[in-house]
């Protein structure tokens, strides 16, 4: 019975992708919170001359950068139900195509592909990039998609 509800619900689905200039925003607004975060921890809990260091290692400091990233993307995004403080500005969410909110082990996925080297610049075409690609997840205008919740 449940799932005939659902399908009921999925007809009036209307799922408009968000344009490329809102996905940037998103983009640089994400980063620059992970950055200020990065920020915000060496200052609380580190050094931060050590973050200045040139002699420091940089394969450390890489991980923690990649770490500070998977983690604002998969909890931030979880705990939100598909809301990064960027898809909160621009009034977009990320979700699933029947337009829900991802499933845990799809955020992850998502949030890892991310990490391949050169993965931003799959965004540069025409077919979204490979983190929604591969995770079968589309990131949405929330203001002209009509949604099932």
């Known amino acids: ?34 950055i200020c975060s990065v920020l915000l921890f060496y200052l609380l809990f580190a050094d931060l001359e050590m973050l200045m260091d040139e002699s420091s290692d940089r394969t450390l400091d890489n991980l923690r950068g990649m770490l500070f ?9 979880g705990m939100s139900e598909g809301k990064s403080l960027g898809k909160w500005i621009t009034k977009t969410r990320v979700v699933n195509y029947r337009g829900l909110v991802p499933s845990t082990p799809q955020m992850i ?41």
């Not at 659902?6 to 009036?12: I, T, W």
């Not at 990233?69 to 995004?77: C, K, Q, R, T, V």
């Not at 490979?130 to 009509?146: A, F, G, I, P, Y």
């Open 109 to 149: 996925q998502r949030t890892l592909i991310r990490l391949i080297p050169f993965e931003p610049l799959s965004a540069l075409g025409e077919a979204p990039p490979w983190h929604d690609r591969w995770s079968n997840t589309l990131v949405v205008d929330e203001t002209q998609s009509k949604l099932p919740y």
């Open 69 to 77: 990233y998977l983690a604002y993307y998969i909890a931030i995004e």
């Open 1 to 34: 019975m449940a799932e005939h509800l659902l399908d009921d619900e999925l007809q009036d689905l209307q799922l408009v992708p968000a344009s490329r200039e809102k996905r940037l925003a998103n983009f640089l607004i994400d980063y620059l919170v992970i």
